[in-house]
């Protein structure tokens, strides 16, 4: 395995409290496949993803338990200089919004060359001579021209491809890509998510794909985890999961994506809000805005039950329900 | 490595192309409709960084070359006052004591006999010495020090919040009169150093906002997963996205720091004869202000216009760089 999570908790101290992000994550993904983490706004995905690379905010944010296990190291245990080389070097990050992710005052070339020179100890010289090839290499047309441009001067698009070449950069063999298409025109989101699938199968990368996008998982992911707040609700192959959701959580999900068939009538809507994270409900933490909650979702926590998948692979659902969820859907 | 890195791009370039090019093209022609887009030919091409649209702003600011133009005549002076004036600033004849305006003697005569234009122009090199110096000391040590507290945080940060609350509680004049009345070296750094160690507070509080702000950017995390270390993200990522601010408040302490070397001089605390400073002469001038009031509005009125000059100047910095704040 390239990237293991086990048992991963995270928690922010706050003056009103302690918010419970991560309760209990573990996913796993190997070098070539790509893991779409899915889930609403707080539901831990991204806090999750900023624990592998090291970069939580702390304080407020503070690791309480589990391990990272990257090419068979636990990175929890590294030291901070250790962790500093091997982020953007073997692991790298896409973020939401090229705009405010690069730096307005520096020109893309030496920001995209600043990982030479971070990493390789190039001169800058050498440096931008690199970024035109990685420019090239994300096809920004007349690269060796725009290497001396500003963030503010590219397209949405064009500074998305930017950032993917960043990470890009020293051949990483882990990219997390934060919602790397949110922030753009549905007709660029397309092209972009085509070049970073490309590359990925180019260079074997694990790609760890954080999204609230159903629509963009389908085409590109291997796996599915979807979380809810901050657990992993169901963990499955991507045909399984759209196929028969063994979690009323991702049926709820599916269930909300707008289809042609489904013209004249309301859209569905899981009801209710997010949970708090300084209050997680007991048991089940979906049980208040669940459909299927009986008594015993209200007082156990449900443990990861396997799932038996019709492809192969290691399916999870913590749902005490998961069969009554699958026999329903199909 | 890096060399092996050459033979999988291009095999991308060759692979990517059937896939790539009407990619790129589709996109290169959305982008040649956005005003100022790079492909666009002519000047209006040519990058422009947050600095160099700031230049542009200020240098179409009537305001800024005006106070600019000012500033570099005061500079140019302080550093060779012989270029306007032949006369010796301590040569004083007291038969001439208090007479007006005469030829050769533009300004007249003060208490003592001296040429009042020629201490006026050489009491510009005091106070451009101490308001230049005092400013890069305040400025340096505070957004050093407001700086590393807004990044680093936790414990530092609030020793040094504490910190500045107990030197802002000190009164500037008052603190002048005690600690300067016990110096007897006679020369600008006792005042320079005075300003410095109660200025620097001012500057270390804005610095301090300003990187905290700056920190929360995305790129500030982006250059963080991508391995750089924290004194690169401080210097190269923070600083230049944060130090406006603190350019802008300088400028203007700039001329406070002016003005009050002329009130520490006034009192008899800061500068004192023989040297030659506005303060000293405004402070000499004042006795006979009925019999010469033009020894007392000489050097009164190069002090008003050189404050003016600086504050003038870091309001339009401030524009040039935060059009938010006009």
Redo the contacts between chains.
């Keep these: 395995m390239l990237l293991e999570v086990r048992d991963l908790h995270v928690e922010f101290r706050t003056r009103d409290g302690i918010a419970k992000a991560v309760n209990g994550v573990s996913y796993a993904v190997d070098a070539g496949e790509t893991l779409a983490v899915l889930g609403e706004s707080g539901s831990g995905k991204s806090v999750t993803a900023q624990a592998v690379?090291g970069?939580l905010d702390s304080?407020p944010g503070r690791i309480t338990g589990g391990e990272v296990l990257f090419q068979g190291r636990d990175l929890l245990t590294l030291r901070e200089?250790e962790r500093?080389?091997?982020?953007?070097?073997r692991m790298?990050?896409i973020?939401?919004?090229a705009l405010?992710?690069?730096?307005?005052?520096?020109?893309v070339g030496a920001q995209l060359g600043?990982?030479?020179v971070?990493?390789?100890g190039?001169s800058a010289k050498d440096a931008r001579a690199?970024a035109v090839?990685l420019m090239?290499?994300v096809?920004?047309?007349?690269a060796a021209?725009?290497v001396?441009?500003?963030p503010h001067?590219?397209?949405g698009?064009?500074r998305q491809r930017i950032?993917i070449a960043?990470?890009l950069a020293l051949?990483p063999a882990l990219i997390i890509a934060d919602e790397p298409t949110t922030a753009l025109d549905v007709t660029?989101q397309a092209?972009v998510m085509?070049?970073l699938a490309?590359?990925q199968r180019?260079?074997r990368m694990g790609l760890i794909l954080i999204t609230h996008d159903l629509g963009v998982v389908a085409d590109v992911a291997d796996r599915i985890a979807v979380m809810y707040a901050g657990r992993i609700v169901e963990s499955a192959p991507v045909h399984d999961i759209y196929k028969a959701p063994a979690h009323p959580y991702t049926r709820g999900l599916l269930d909300s994506i707008p289809r042609l068939d489904q013209k004249g009538r309301q859209l569905y809507a899981i009801k209710g809000l997010p949970p708090n994270l300084m209050a997680i409900p007991p048991g089940c933490a979906f049980n208040p805005r669940c459909p299927m909650a009986q008594d015993v979702c209200r007082t156990d926590v449900p443990p990861l039950y396997e799932v038996a998948g019709d492809h192969g692979g290691e399916r999870v659902s913590a749902c005490h329900f998961w069969r009554e969820c699958l026999r329903d859907r199909s | 490595m890096p060399e092996q890195s050459h033979e999988p791009e291009g095999a991308i370039a060759g692979t990517g192309m059937g896939g790539g090019m009407d990619l790129a093209t589709s996109e290169a022609a959305t982008l040649e409709k956005t005003p100022g887009g790079p492909q666009g030919t002519g000047p209006a091409a040519k990058p422009r960084s947050l600095w160099s649209d700031a230049w542009l702003d200020l240098r179409r600011n009537p305001v800024f070359v005006v106070s600019a133009l000012v500033i570099l005549f005061l500079l140019v002076i302080s550093v060779r006052p012989s270029l306007i004036t032949s006369g010796n600033p301590l040569q004083c004849e007291l038969a001439r004591s208090q007479e007006g305006a005469r030829a050769g003697h533009p300004f007249g005569f003060d208490g003592q006999g001296c040429d009042v234009y020629t201490r006026t122009v050489y009491g510009a090199r005091a106070s451009v010495t101490v308001g230049v110096c005092a400013t890069l000391g305040v400025a340096l040590l505070g957004s050093v020090l407001g700086g590393l507290a807004g990044f680093f945080g936790g414990a530092w940060d609030a020793i040094l919040s504490r910190t500045t609350d107990v030197f802002f509680a000190i009164p500037v004049v008052l603190g002048g009169l005690v600690l300067l009345s016990v110096v007897t070296s006679n020369t600008v750094w006792p005042v320079v150093g005075f300003m410095v160690l109660l200025g620097w507070p001012q500057i270390s509080r804005i610095a301090r906002g300003s990187v905290i702000t700056v920190k929360q950017n995305d790129y500030v995390q982006a250059a963080r997963a991508l391995g750089a270390s924290n004194s690169r993200i401080l210097l190269r990522h923070i600083a230049p996205n944060a130090v406006a601010p603190v350019i802008v408040v300088a400028t203007i302490a700039l001329g406070t720091y002016i003005a009050l070397e002329a009130t520490l001089s006034y009192l008899g605390v800061g500068l004192k004869p023989p040297s030659v400073s506005w303060g000293i002469d405004i402070s000499a001038a004042s006795p006979y202000i009925r019999n010469a009031p033009h020894a007392l509005l000489w050097p009164s009125g190069a002090l008003a216009v050189t404050v003016l000059a600086f504050i003038m100047l870091g309001d339009a910095v401030r524009d040039a760089l935060d059009p938010k704040l006009r």
């Excluded at chain 1, 500093?84 to 070097?89: D, L, V």
């Excluded at chain 1, 405010?100 to 020109?107: C, E, G, H, K």
């Excluded at chain 1, 096809?139 to 007349?142: C, L």
């Design positions: 690379m970069i304080p200089d500093r080389r091997i982020r953007g070097a790298a990050m973020f939401q919004d405010s992710a690069l730096n307005p005052v520096l020109t600043e990982m030479f971070v990493h390789r190039m690199r090839e090239d290499r096809r920004i047309p007349a021209q725009r001396r441009d500003y001067q590219f397209s698009g064009m950032m960043m990470a051949e660029v092209q085509d070049l490309e590359l180019e260079y």
